[in-house]
């Protein structure tokens, strides 16, 4: 008699954190159960338990994910040796095409951090701030003229103008949509 050898799928973590980011971008994190999740990445609800101790734990990852992403783009963007304004553009290219093309992420984020352990939200907060001294390094090289305070205003201002598209569907093309984006950005960055 043959044994059937269990194979596990390696993206079945993955699929999970999709799942879980459509759902609770949808629905908000309350309203979702594991039962739902594991049903719309294909599996029984407690089959997550292989993957993720709790929902709590799923959320603490899919923000952690979110966070990796930006700071590892934003950090190749730097070390790409270009001059101050070619990186500022291609970080605000970076973030216009995150916000935009994974809009359902940036709405995950701001609804459901607050939901998360405080130990879990001051890590991510520390990531982000991480993030935000990027972008604060490369305008200063850019613009010397400004204070700190002014440089990491703009910043913010820029981000903010972004990530605004996860608080409403503007019904424009997506890439008018992705070069109003850029365009609104960089002057918030550059404007004298």
């Known amino acids: 008699m043959l044994e059937s050898t269990r194979v596990r799928d390696p993206g079945r973590r993955d699929k999970i954190l999709a799942a879980a980011a459509e759902q609770i971008a949808r629905r908000g994190y309350h309203s979702v159960s594991l039962a739902e999740i594991g049903a719309a990445a294909g599996i029984v609800g407690s089959g997550i338990y292989?993957?993720?101790?709790?929902?709590?734990?799923?959320?603490?990852a899919l923000l952690d994910q979110v966070m990796d992403r930006l700071l590892a783009s934003a950090a190749q963007a730097v070390a790409a040796g270009d001059d101050d304004a070619r990186v500022l553009a291609t970080l605000v290219a970076d973030q216009v095409a995150f916000a935009v093309n994974e809009r359902y992420l940036v709405q995950l984020y701001q609804r459901e951090v607050h939901t998360l352990p405080e130990a879990d939200r001051?890590?991510?907060?520390?990531?982000?701030?991480?993030?935000?001294?990027?972008?604060?390094?490369?305008?200063?090289?850019?613009?010397?003229?400004?204070?700190?305070?002014?440089a990491r205003a703009r910043v913010h201002a820029s981000i903010g103008a972004i990530q605004s598209v996860a608080a409403y569907d503007s019904g424009l093309p997506h890439d008018q949509q992705v070069a109003l984006l850029n365009q609104v950005a960089r002057a918030c960055l550059t404007a004298r």
């Open 50 to 60: 292989r993957h993720f101790g709790s929902k709590a734990s799923i959320l603490v």
């Open 122 to 150: 001051r890590r991510l907060r520390r990531l982000q701030r991480h993030y935000v001294e990027e972008w604060v390094h490369v305008l200063a090289g850019l613009r010397p003229e400004l204070s700190d305070g002014e």
